[in-house]
């Protein structure tokens, strides 16, 4: 996803949008259980937390059918 779509996606989320590098934008939700939510342009994940995100260890991940819409 470009910066648009994060910032759009994170305001709609109530997250925080994030570029992990070379135009990748991510959008991150913090859950009150500690967990976190990863949504990105080709999946959402749920780490069970700071260090699971961290060392990229997905608790759950669905994968995401993308059409190149702009």
Request: with cysteine; aromatic share 8%; hydrophobic share 45%.
């Amino acid at each position: 996803m470009n910066e648009k779509q994060a910032f759009l996606l994170a305001k709609c989320l109530g997250g925080e949008p994030w570029q992990s590098g070379g135009e990748i934008w991510v959008v991150t939700v913090h859950r009150a259980d500690g967990a976190i939510v990863v949504f990105s342009g080709d999946a959402v994940c749920e780490y069970e937390d700071e260090a699971a995100f961290d060392e990229g260890r997905a608790k759950s991940s669905i994968l995401l059918a993308v059409s190149d819409v702009r």
